[in-house]
């Protein structure tokens, strides 16, 4: 997780900046085979963050049950629900991209609400001309069902294009390497994928961290961590969803598979930044909380709710934190949705309400109510 006792004050901005524009790596490659028999859809996910997880969230009312995996932001880079549909990112080339002001947004991830609410790609396209998604000016999303049909979506000349098709096809660094292979060999199998897969891996500053194959047909999820040529986990989606919401830090994934399931981090909770409960002594902290990132916001922040450690680098980047946050504009309200022990800290979690989007803010106070710690655990713009 990042932590401002393990980073400086700019891994604060810095998230900022990759919650409101999400991260998805140049380098990923994503590809899917298919055939009357099978459909499988393969995905190395390159970044240099190490904190990978896969979580799970079963079926409730007016949503789908899905699996998503991605970095500890809790904003997923692709996933697979029980219809047998399945997406993911890559982002290529800028493109001047002309989304329309007069749509609505998705609350949170659309690609997220798309996989819980879609069952097939015809769906996901209409998904994707209703909601804005300003992220296809930097990013491609590829987008597959249990049948083989996909569709690609991004945008070109200012506008959104949706490249259809029921063929085994590639998107990402490692279009080429695909081609060269699957034309020698367009076996569609589990083998043959892993095969190619496995020479699509990227080394280096955005080195791949994790491989995943789902099964669109039975469900069957594969992960591999080939920089260290273990054997994969092997998962099911459907016993899995069995277990109730749950997730698994993937570095340690075959280890956690025999303990019990560990419960939803708090930002990986479905809309949580849109559907949650107050706390019963929210008023009273909730109050302090506002005080809290008001000040953020405005760039005046007062040493004395802070431990002195902390506050000298909070000071110092107080002007850079406040010029990350104008996009959200006034801070209207604040929440507090949650609170714990952690190593002898208080910790809550606030969802804080601007006039253009929402951040889910966890602070560490001590037991005078001084901030030892902050973090930013997911953001959405609303508009």
């Known amino acids: 997780m990042y932590c401002l006792k393990q980073f400086s004050i700019p891994s604060l901005t810095l998230l900022i900046l990759i919650f409101i524009i999400?991260?998805?790596?140049?380098?990923?490659?994503?590809?899917?085979?298919?055939?009357?028999?099978?459909?499988?859809?393969?995905?190395?996910?390159?970044?240099?963050?190490?904190?990978?997880?896969?979580?799970?969230?079963?079926?409730?009312?007016?949503?789908?049950?899905?699996?998503?995996?991605?970095?500890?932001?809790?904003?997923?880079?692709?996933?697979?629900?029980?219809?047998?549909?399945?997406?993911?990112?890559?982002?290529?080339?800028?493109?001047?991209?002309?989304?329309?002001?007069?749509?609505?947004?998705?609350?949170?991830?659309?690609?997220?609400?798309?996989?819980?609410?879609?069952?097939?790609v015809e769906e996901a396209i209409e998904f994707y001309q209703r909601y804005a998604e300003p992220s296809f000016a930097n990013a491609s999303i590829i987008i597959a069902d249990k049948t083989g049909s996909s569709v690609i979506i991004g945008s070109k000349d200012g506008k959104l294009f949706f490249d259809r098709s029921t063929q085994s096809r590639?998107?990402?660094?490692?279009?080429?390497?695909?081609?060269?292979?699957?034309?020698?060999?367009?076996?569609?199998?589990?083998?043959?994928?892993?095969?190619?897969?496995r020479q699509c891996v990227t080394t280096g500053t955005f080195a791949t961290?994790?491989?995943?194959?789902?099964?669109?047909?039975?469900?069957?999820?594969?992960?591999?961590?080939?920089?260290?040529?273990?054997?994969?986990?092997?998962?099911?989606?459907?016993?899995?969803?069995?277990?109730?919401?749950?997730?698994y830090n993937i570095p340690s994934l075959k280890q956690q598979l025999m303990k019990a399931p560990q419960a939803l981090l708090v930002n990986m909770r479905r809309m949580v930044l849109f559907e949650y409960e107050i706390i019963q002594d929210n008023s009273q902290v909730g109050k302090l909380g506002l005080k809290l990132l008001t000040d953020l916001s405005n760039g005046t922040?007062?040493?004395?709710?802070?431990?002195?450690?902390?506050?000298?680098?909070?000071?110092?980047?107080?002007?850079?934190?406040?010029?990350?946050?104008?996009?959200?504009?006034?801070?209207?309200?604040?929440?507090?949705i949650q609170k714990e022990v952690q190593d002898n800290d208080i910790v809550f979690h606030f969802v804080a309400i601007y006039i253009h989007g929402r951040i889910l803010w966890e602070f560490h106070f001590g037991k005078d109510r001084i901030v030892h710690n902050l973090r930013l655990r997911s953001v959405a713009l609303t508009e």
């Not at 107080?318 to 990350?324: F, P």
Request: glycine content about 8%; overall charge negative.
């Open 22 to 120: 999400p991260f998805y790596s140049h380098a990923c490659t994503i590809f899917l085979l298919t055939d009357e028999n099978q459909t499988l859809f393969f995905s190395n996910e390159d970044y240099t963050n190490p904190n990978t997880n896969m979580w799970f969230i079963p079926e409730g009312p007016g949503h789908y049950g899905c699996v998503f995996v991605g970095f500890d932001n809790g904003q997923a880079q692709g996933g697979m629900n029980s219809e047998g549909l399945a997406f993911d990112w890559w982002a290529g080339a800028y493109n001047p991209y002309e989304w329309d002001e007069n749509k609505p947004r998705a609350k949170g991830s659309s690609s997220m609400l798309m996989l819980e609410s879609c069952k097939n």
């Open 170 to 197: 590639v998107l990402g660094a490692g279009a080429k390497t695909f081609e060269i292979m699957h034309e020698k060999n367009p076996l569609v199998d589990l083998e043959n994928g892993t095969h190619i897969l």
């Open 209 to 247: 961290k994790y491989s995943h194959i789902f099964n669109l047909r039975s469900g069957d999820i594969t992960l591999y961590r080939f920089e260290t040529e273990e054997a994969p986990a092997k998962l099911n989606l459907y016993s899995e969803l069995q277990k109730g919401e749950h997730f």
């Open 301 to 336: 922040i007062d040493a004395s709710h802070y431990v002195d450690g902390f506050w000298v680098n909070l000071k110092e980047e107080q002007a850079e934190i406040k010029a990350e946050l104008l996009p959200f504009g006034t801070l209207q309200k604040v929440d507090a």
